[in-house]
Nanobody
Framework: QVQLVESGGGLVQPGGSLRLSCAASGSIWIIYGMGWYRQAPGKQRELVAAITTGGSTSYSDSVKGRFTISRDNAKNTVYLQMNSLKPEDTAVYYC????????????WGQGTQVTVSS
């Protein structure tokens, strides 16, 4: 079992920045990679950024160049730095610990709300 706790969400104006954190605990040695997903009202949950234990990163086209995923192995924490935020980035953001492959089965955090509005 892996437990995940997200933090860092909030209200920000368009063009602003936020940094989300996801702290992992439990059986972290089984984790293949970490991902940040988001779900806006009425839309499907989508993967926006991922990082493997080998350090490879990937991003959705909608956030490429604006968001950066990183990790601190000493703190068992993954971050999502979000810059140049747009109203369409408004969503609940979830952290996921993948067991075998990015997009595959794993463990979810509780989610944190990000609202981009003036």
């Amino acid at each position: 079992q892996v437990q995940l706790v997200e933090s860092g969400g909030g209200l920000v104006q368009p063009g602003g920045s936020l940094r989300l954190s996801c702290a992992a605990s439990g059986s972290i040695w089984i984790i293949y990679g970490m991902g940040w997903y988001r779900q806006a009202p009425g839309k499907q949950r989508e993967l926006v950024a991922a990082i493997t234990t080998g350090g490879s990163t990937s991003y959705s086209d909608s956030v490429k160049g604006r968001f950066t995923i990183s990790r601190d192995n000493a703190k068992n924490t993954v971050y999502l730095q979000m810059n140049s935020l747009k109203p369409e980035d408004t969503a609940v953001y979830y952290c996921k610990a993948h067991r075998t492959a990015i997009g595959g089965p794993g463990y979810w955090g509780q989610g944190t709300q990000v609202t981009v509005s003036s």
